[in-house]
Antibody, heavy 118, light 110 residues
Framework: EVQLVQSGAEVKKPGESLKISCKASGYSFSTYWIGWVRQIPGKGLEWMGVIYPGDSDTRYNPSFQGQVTISADESISTAYLQWTSLKASDTAIYYC???????????WGQGTLVTVSS | NFMLTQPHSVSESPGKTVTISCTRTGGSIAGNYVNWYQQRPGSAPTTVIYEDYHRPSGVPDRFSGSIDRSSNSASLTISGLKTEDEADYYCQSYDSTTVLFGGGTKLTVL
């Protein structure tokens, strides 16, 4: 069974750094892109970017370029989403998902709630 | 650049049929595939339609997708509505540089 399991909820203060993870199983991690999607509570889905773990090729939505870093570690089939200095506006649920043909995302991880508050 | 516009909400009674539209502004709806996702409260999204009209295994055939070149829109139709279909539905498409979701439609089955 293809599965993506994300790290647990985080509560951080503005200015702190954070790295959340997404561990894949049940398929060849290196040969599928992994995408990250943001969902602010009560709002819609926003495509953040994707990474190809096989060669770490990364593509960002311009709205998120420079705000986050997407990375992956093939050896442990895990993708990451990282911030160096969190803002309150980063409070959201972050989902990872495997990207299939034509940008279909399937399956999705369970989501990681990140709360940034002083 | 392009946008995908969905109605904010729709409602219908159990057993009826509802259609959710997704209108593309900027570029042709037929030029890039449309995927549809269902998101129940408190859960991650799941695919209900991919590549305009294909249904993943496990999705009931009450769900169907189509595109209409004349209105430059995609549609998700759910027939024989059940209370379990109550959820948010998002369309998604792309161009050469961008992947976008529509704003989402809240389906109420009452």
């Amino acid at each position: 069974e293809v599965q993506l399991v994300q790290s647990g909820a985080e509560v951080k203060k503005p200015g702190e750094s954070l790295k959340i993870s997404c561990k894949a199983s049940g398929y060849s991690f290196s040969t599928y892109w992994i995408g990250w999607v943001r969902q602010i509570p009560g709002k819609g889905l926003e495509w953040m970017g994707v990474i190809y773990p096989g060669d770490s090729d990364t593509r960002y939505n311009p709205s998120f370029q420079g705000q986050v870093t997407i990375s992956a570690d093939e050896s442990i089939s895990t993708a990451y989403l990282q911030w160096t200095s969190l803002k309150a506006s980063d409070t959201a649920i972050y989902y990872c998902a495997r990207r299939l043909n034509f940008n279909r995302l399937d399956p999705w991880g369970q989501g990681t709630l990140v709360t940034v508050s002083s | 650049n392009f946008m995908l516009t969905q109605p904010h909400s729709v409602s219908e009674s159990p057993g009826k049929t509802v259609t959710i539209s997704c209108t593309r502004t900027g570029g042709s709806i037929a030029g890039n595939y449309v995927n549809w996702y269902q998101q129940r409260p408190g859960s991650a999204p799941t695919t209900v339609i991919y590549e305009d009209y294909h249904r993943p295994s496990g999705v009931p055939d009450r769900f169907s997708g189509s595109i209409d070149r004349s209105s430059n829109s995609a549609s998700l139709t759910i027939s024989g509505l059940k209370t379990e279909d109550e959820a948010d539905y998002y369309c998604q498409s792309y161009d050469s540089t961008t992947v976008l979701f529509g704003g989402g439609t809240k389906l109420t089955v009452l």
